[in-house]
Nanobody
């Protein structure tokens, strides 16, 4: 059974840092892509960052480039999202998801989703 467990969310001040973790199990980790997506009430789910596990190819939304970093540890089957210099607009529920389709960072291409973790950025 494919399982994705997201954690690490919380309350952080503007300009602060937070690291989200996505622990994966139940599938061939190396064959998948893992993405971080976020959802704000009233808005559609948007891509934040994705990583192609087999070769480390990464993608970032323009809004987080230079501030967020995605990384993975294949042995631990874990993907992290390091969030630095956070802004109020980063407040959202963050989800990690897995896909075995051709690599992309579009939410609709991701087949398996974990539960979300809330990130709240305060002033």
């Amino acid at each position: 059974e494919v399982q994705l467990q997201a954690s690490g969310g919380g309350l952080v001040q503007i300009g602060g840092s937070l690291r989200l973790s996505c622990a994966a199990s139940g599938f061939d980790f190396d064959a998948f892509h893992i993405g971080w997506f976020r959802k704000v009430p009233g808005k559609s789910r948007e891509a934040v960052s994705c990583i192609k596990i087999v070769d480390g190819t990464t993608s970032y939304a323009d809004s987080v480039k230079g501030r967020f970093t995605i990384s993975s540890d294949n042995a631990k089957k874990t993907v992290w999202l390091q969030m630095n210099a956070v802004k109020a607009e980063d407040t959202a529920v963050y989800y990690c998801a897995a896909s075995w389709e051709p690599y992309s960072c579009y939410p609709g291409e991701y087949d398996y989703w974990g539960q979300g973790t809330q990130v709240t950025v305060s002033s």
